[in-house]
């Protein structure tokens, strides 16, 4: 054969292997690249969580090492030394800084591989976990024992009365202008004076039961409710004859409610003045 013959063999051979062997090479770099980014990412996961013992991306992270680094001995032996101080039973003192120290050695045998160039020192003593990260693990355990250790029975849970105090019905009178409690008024039905004026009770009776409520007097105007869900309005007067108090009070029951005096629920609102021997019997 002679060498116009090889020349044009070798350009067949070529036009037909030059393309696939372009592909095969591009393969094999994109493939190294993905190998790369991959342990790149593993790597940069475990560098910002290396003072975060606790965060779900390093445990990720450390069960992707054996994978993406695969065949690299001096990476897989510093894996090695590191899942299995954690997985020993029990926390003996110096753990954490056991963990670190093993931890640290991992790094800088993956930054070896990726051609990263960091001292073991600065990977030790590098890193930022804000303390009040660290609080907040702490204290999200605590209540998550707590409240096993309830929901389980092992511990009561405390619980004690307590009653915001009412609001103030009217604002309170100005210094010095608060007059002495009337001598008229039962002192069985009366309770203690208070900057907002008096309170009293009422008790009532009928054919479907009784029941109870309470009226503030202040400054002429009357005020109150009962349990039944009936609301008083009107006003008093002082009346210097009898040194007793003279009541004009209107009673409203809202539709629902149910008087005792008959026991059936009311389908419309009712109101009502209330008559004068309500007031004697206050």
Same mark, same amino acid.
């Given at each position: 054969?002679?060498?116009?013959?090889?020349?044009?063999?070798?350009?067949?051979?070529?036009?037909?292997? $030059?393309?696939?062997?372009?592909?095969?090479?591009?393969?094999?770099?994109?493939?190294?690249?993905?190998?790369?980014?991959?342990?790149?990412?593993?790597?940069?996961?475990?560098?910002?969580? /290396?003072?975060?013992?606790?965060?779900?991306?390093?445990?990720?992270?450390?069960?992707?090492?054996?994978?993406?680094?695969?065949?690299?001995?001096?990476?897989?032996?510093?894996?090695?030394?590191?899942?299995?101080?954690?997985?020993?039973?029990?926390?003996?003192?110096?753990?954490?800084?056991?963990?670190?120290?093993?931890?640290? /050695?991992?790094?800088?045998?993956?930054?070896?591989?990726? $051609?990263?160039?960091?001292?073991?020192?600065?990977?030790?003593?590098?890193?930022?976990?804000?303390?009040?990260?660290?609080?907040?693990?702490?204290?999200?355990?605590?209540?998550?024992?707590?409240?096993?250790?309830?929901?389980?029975?092992?511990?009561?849970?405390?619980?004690?009365?307590?009653?915001?105090?009412?609001?103030?019905?009217?604002?309170?009178?100005?210094?010095?202008?608060?007059?002495?409690?009337?001598?008229?008024?039962?002192?069985?039905?009366?309770?203690?004076?208070?900057?907002?004026?008096?309170?009293?009770?009422?008790?009532?009776?009928?054919?479907?039961?009784?029941?109870? $409520?309470?009226?503030?007097?202040? /400054?002429?105007?009357?005020? $109150?409710?009962?349990?039944?869900?009936?609301?008083?309005?009107?006003?008093?007067?002082?009346?210097?004859?009898?040194?007793?108090?003279?009541?004009?009070?209107?009673?409203?029951?809202?539709?629902?409610?149910?008087?005792?005096?008959?026991?059936?629920?009311?389908?419309?609102?009712?109101?009502?003045?209330?008559?004068?021997?309500?007031?004697?019997?206050?």
């Amino acid at each position: 054969m002679d060498s116009a013959s090889i020349l044009g063999v070798a350009i067949v051979i070529a036009t037909f292997t $030059g393309p696939l062997s372009a592909v095969v090479v591009t393969r094999r770099i994109d493939n190294r690249r993905l190998i790369r980014e991959r342990r790149l990412a593993v790597f940069r996961s475990l560098m910002a969580t /290396r003072r975060a013992t606790l965060s779900q991306e390093q445990v990720t992270a450390l069960n992707m090492v054996e994978i993406e680094f695969y065949g690299i001995r001096s990476v897989q032996d510093a894996h090695r030394e590191v899942m299995a101080h954690i997985n020993a039973r029990g926390a003996p003192d110096g753990w954490n800084e056991r963990h670190r120290a093993l931890l640290t /050695r991992l790094l800088s045998e993956m930054a070896r591989v990726l $051609g990263h160039n960091l001292q073991q020192l600065d990977v030790l003593k590098g890193g930022y976990y804000p303390q009040g990260f660290l609080d907040l693990d702490i204290e999200q355990q605590a209540v998550r024992r707590a409240l096993i250790e309830v929901l389980s029975g092992r511990r009561p849970l405390a619980v004690s009365p307590a009653a915001p105090a009412p609001p103030a019905p009217f604002p309170p009178p100005p210094p010095g202008a608060a007059p002495a409690p009337p001598d008229g008024i039962s002192a069985a039905a009366k309770l203690p004076f208070t900057d907002n004026g008096w309170l009293f009770s009422i008790t009532f009776t009928g054919a479907a039961g009784s029941g109870f $409520g309470m009226l503030v007097l202040h /400054r002429g105007v009357i005020a $109150g409710a009962d349990i039944a869900g009936a609301t008083y309005d009107g006003s008093y007067t002082e009346n210097s004859a009898t040194q007793a108090l003279d009541f004009q009070i209107t009673m409203n029951v809202p539709a629902g409610a149910t008087p005792v005096q008959t026991g059936i629920a009311l389908t419309e609102r009712l109101a009502c003045q209330l008559p004068d021997p309500f007031r004697k019997t206050i």
